[in-house]
């Protein structure tokens, strides 16, 4: 896990309210707390934030200072977004930690490679899109690759597969599937229907056919002509 430096402000003001005008003029809330030791509510820029994010990325040590002179490592426990406009930074936590204690924390998994199962129709599925690790700070990988350039139809990637330092616990059950390629999926349902429609179309069809109604007509006609 990289570490990094990010610019902080104390606040001294709480609730919603002060959260909303914290966020009109461009400022993230936020709270530091772990180790024993009080919560402090803090701010940041969040134009500062969101490039600090694009670099470094969720997985790494901050080295803060919320006394001047006096960092500690702290890593980020959760981020807040907007639920429609997922840029927007709505509130953030971050936790104390030792750099010679083991913590849990989720690590991105991304894919690479492109499977030959594709070629054949099969349908790329990607299931876990990130793993709870637990070791040292330091030993925390920004994210883990999954090479997926040899899945064919049917072919599975679980947690057990991947290779990672002994020192890494995998909280995640070593059965759960990552990614595997499916097979094509054919929509026989929606054929048979169709055809359903147009056999009843057809039946309907020949029913309106059926002369029933001039034939009464015309036996009408036929006893006005006898009498």
């Known amino acids: 896990m990289r570490q990094a430096k990010l610019e902080i402000q104390q ?3 709480f609730g919603k309210q002060s959260a909303r005008a914290l966020r009109r003029a461009g400022d993230v809330p936020a709270v530091l707390y772990g180790r024993k030791q009080g919560t402090v509510a803090i701010q940041i820029n ?5 490039q600090f994010l694009r670099t470094y990325g969720e997985n790494v040590i901050i080295n803060m200072e919320v006394t001047a002179g006096n960092p500690e490592p702290v890593i980020i426990k959760d981020i807040q977004r907007d639920p429609v406009e997922k840029q927007v930074l709505l509130h953030a936590d971050f936790i104390r ?3 010679d204690e083991p913590v849990t924390s989720a690590v991105p998994v991304i894919l690479v490679g492109t499977p030959p199962g594709i070629q054949e129709g099969g349908v790329l599925e990607f299931s876990l899109r990130q793993l709870m690790l637990h070791c040292l700070p330091i030993q925390i990988p920004n994210e883990i690759s999954v090479d997926v350039s040899q ?3 049917g072919d599975f990637i679980h947690v057990s597969d991947l290779s990672l330092d002994e020192e890494i616990e995998v909280l995640d059950e070593a059965q759960r599937i990552i990614a595997t390629v499916s097979q094509p ?5 929606e054929t048979e229907a169709e055809d359903g429609e147009g056999e009843g179309e057809g039946e309907g069809e020949d029913a309106a056919e059926e002369p029933t ?5 015309s036996r009408r006609r036929d006893d006005n002509e006898a009498e």
């Open 213 to 217: 109604e001039p034939e009464v007509i």
């Open 97 to 99: 930690i030792s750099l």
């Open 11 to 13: 606040r001294d003001t």
């Open 185 to 189: 999926r054919i929509h026989v349902e």
């Open 46 to 50: 969040a134009r500062a934030f969101k």
């Open 151 to 153: 899945l064919e139809v």
